[in-house]
């Protein structure tokens, strides 16, 4: 394998000794720049290691994210980690073992073709030889690059990989130790941050004397408009910040602020346009709304600045930006800051997690030789983080006699994606805004095409058309934060092209999965819609209009990702609800079956949860204070029953599960309730208050 050809990791990262240590005998540590998320990447990594080593994955331990000794593999996103970070493992390890067998061979006087292994110990023609992998490791030298010309695993070889195995971070989880809330450290402070109530609000003024009267012992931090709590006692600090409205007050500065530019309309033509009108037009806009992360746990970080160097603990999903961006906003050297990495409560995406970082460094600072806790509240992990962006897309097709799409148009208007820590050289961390307004971003892109887009993800169809456009435009005209939540902008673009599609279909006299398949070459594709199809026996015995059916839609996550088909059955009555989903996907190489399935099915069940209820309503461009009433998610008694099945073939290369689901399943369900209903519903969330509007406007 040439240089050129090894993944990215590994052309960032290619000192063999950043992946993978023997320091512990009877365990192979092995170092990631990807992070637990709940997605059990951890364990898939464990297995792609063991396979490579020849070892059993219980000797196989991952250790923490630390931007000390951990690779550097940027942002855990994009449902790349197995893809990425897997393939630099596969090929990393392939060459430990190739060397430590080498280094044995040397200290043997052997040959090292006569050598082998079994879990960590060497082998001479079968027979152990007294040395084993840890004893060899020191006759190594780690500092070697990773060239990626030693041979991996055959497939035939490989025992971990493919298999069930239970997830190796549940365990500290279930004894109630596994996340970063339960880290606690001697001497330890607790704090709170009053966020500003709408972006560059000034922190007009602020009571102290009430606030010491009724909680004395209290002490409060305030730099600009960066406001924070701090004592000893966690429940008085959390009572004390409920408070806050009765001891500080904020106010609008006119002219502080000001709309970010953008770079205008980026036009995507495939094919050509058409030469005549067609028989039948279709020209309709979808939407969705603003919707939260709404992680069941709040964002939590620990910080603590001694002997002049800040160490952060982060449930972080890029702990590398998040370090260089803490660094510049507090004028520390990069070298000065270490970010560890801590599991956090299930998040995909950029939630409130890297502020709280901030604020933990940022009052660390100001009490050196002391821990920091920070935990965000209810309310402000529901309306003061980052939230995933409002969009619209607009689909202008026509088709011919003969029932063919002659011309695709879809033209997409989005809030930006992609505001993570760092991106478009910008902090993009809230409270570094309230230390300082000049952090506003001035200028806003999207993601670029080679990261898959942000609100252009998935803008483009996968269907054989003549010809087509995709017209994509940021709106920054709103204050309010908006960032990567899962899938990006796939969620309401493969909706938008799922619905026409059918309404293509209903044009055109055709049934939906017929209608697909006319348009479409792509093998794989064609194969997961046609398993989903058979394992629902699509069409269902329900007609439209009665009440009750089935919706079909299906995707290649970022065009270039896994394939994913979806037929939900729907019911509707007062309100619209997901009775059963079956999911078909083709992820490739499937790493761990069970795993693999939780993805699936988990992003499933998150975008149900988006399409029917999810909504973040805001009051003149602000929002308002939110809990589980004012935003209410799917609750388990919605959870629909769910057959999913894995077309597998292990010679394809693995692709990421994690957000194959969220546009498929909205747009099946959609097409599942405007069948059932006999008119169709172009705005997400499908809630009980817009059907009863379709209902009246019909």
Not at 313 to 320: A, M, N, P, V
Not at 491 to 507: K, R, T, Y
Request: glycine share 10%.
């Amino acid at each position: 394998m040439a240089d050129n050809a090894l993944p990215k990791s590994l052309q960032d990262n290619p000192e063999l000794g950043r992946w993978v240590s023997f320091d512990e005998p009877g365990v192979v540590a092995i170092r990631s720049g990807k992070v637990e998320l709940g997605q059990g990447i951890l364990t898939a990594l464990a297995q792609i290691a063991a396979d490579e080593l020849g070892l059993h994955p219980r000797l196989v331990r991952l250790a923490p994210c630390d931007t000390d000794c951990s690779p550097d593999e940027g942002i855990t996103a994009g449902s790349q980690s197995v893809e990425v970070s897997g393939a630099s493992i596969r090929i990393a390890m392939a060459q430990a073992r190739a060397t430590l067998i080498d280094a044995a061979a040397a200290r043997l006087g052997a040959d090292a073709a006569r050598l082998s292994c079994h879990d960590g110990v060497v082998l001479l023609e079968g027979a152990p030889t007294g040395l084993d992998f840890w004893s060899a490791a020191a006759l190594v030298d780690w500092r070697q690059p990773v060239s990626g010309n030693v041979p991996v695993q055959p497939i035939a070889a490989r025992c971990a990989v493919g298999a069930d195995h239970a997830r190796i971070d549940m365990a500290a989880k279930r004894g109630g130790a596994g996340f970063i809330h339960d880290l606690s450290m001697p001497g330890l402070l607790h704090a709170r941050v009053i966020r500003q109530p709408f972006r560059l609000a000034r922190l007009a003024d602020v009571d102290e004397a009430w606030l010491q009267r009724r909680y004395p012992g209290i002490a409060v931090l305030r730099r600009n408009d960066f406001f924070a709590l701090i004592g000893p006692d966690e429940y008085g600090v959390h009572a004390a910040h409920a408070d806050a409205s009765r001891f500080s007050t904020w106010e609008e500065v006119p002219g502080r602020w000001r709309s970010a530019e953008t770079a205008g309309e980026v036009v995507t033509r495939l094919g050509s346009a058409p030469s005549s009108r067609g028989a039948a037009r279709l020209d309709e806009r979808y939407s969705r709304a603003r919707v939260a992360h709404a992680s069941i746990g709040p964002s939590c970080a620990l910080a603590l600045f001694d002997a002049g160097r800040l160490t952060v603990w982060s449930h972080s999903q890029g702990i590398f930006p998040l370090r260089a961006q803490i660094a510049r906003c507090l004028g520390l050297a990069l070298r000065a800051v270490r970010v560890v990495h801590a599991h956090g409560s299930g998040c995909y995406g950029h939630n409130g997690a890297d502020d709280a970082a901030l604020d933990a460094a940022i009052i660390a600072l100001e009490r050196p030789g002391r821990p920091v806790r920070i935990q965000w509240s209810r309310e402000d992990e529901l309306g003061r983080g980052p939230l995933g962006a409002a969009m619209s897309a607009a689909v202008d097709a026509e088709i011919d006699a003969a029932g063919r799409v002659t011309s695709w148009n879809l033209s997409v208007v989005s809030e930006p994606h992609a505001q993570r820590p760092g991106f478009g050289g910008h902090v993009n961390l809230s409270s570094a805004e309230a230390l300082d307004s000049a952090h506003l971003p001035g200028k806003v892109a999207d993601l670029p095409a080679a990261a898959g887009g942000g609100a252009a993800r998935n803008a483009v169809a996968i269907y054989d058309f003549p010809g087509q456009t995709a017209t994509v435009r940021l709106d920054t005209r709103s204050r309010i934060r908006t960032s990567s939540l899962r899938s990006l902008g796939a969620h309401l673009n493969v909706f938008a092209i799922e619905s026409a599609m059918d309404e293509l279909a209903d044009l055109a006299g055709a049934d939906p999965l017929d209608f697909r398949l006319r348009h479409l070459s792509d093998e794989r594709c064609r194969a997961v819609l046609e398993g989903a199809a058979e394992m629902s026996s699509w069409p269902g015995s329900h007609g439209a209009s009665e009440g009750r059916s089935l919706g079909i839609a299906a995707a290649r996550y970022k065009n270039k990702g896994a394939w994913l088909a979806a037929v939900a059955e729907v019911s509707v009555e007062e309100e619209i609800r997901l009775e059963r989903l079956w999911l078909c996907a083709d992820v490739g190489l499937v790493i761990n079956p069970e795993g693999a399935r939780s993805q699936i099915e988990g992003g499933a069940i998150q975008a149900a949860s988006w399409t029917l209820k999810e909504e973040v309503k805001v009051e003149g461009d602000r929002v308002p204070a939110l809990d589980w009433n004012a935003y209410p998610i799917l609750k388990f008694s919605e959870i629909p029953e769910i057959e999913t099945r894995f077309i597998i073939d292990p010679m394809h290369p693995p692709l990421g599960a994690g957000e194959a689901a969220q546009g498929p399943v909205a747009a099946a369900i959609g097409n599942a309730a405007s069948r059932a209903l006999g008119l169709r519903m172009r705005d997400l969330p499908l809630t009980r208050d817009r059907l009863i509007e379709a209902l009246m406007n019909a």
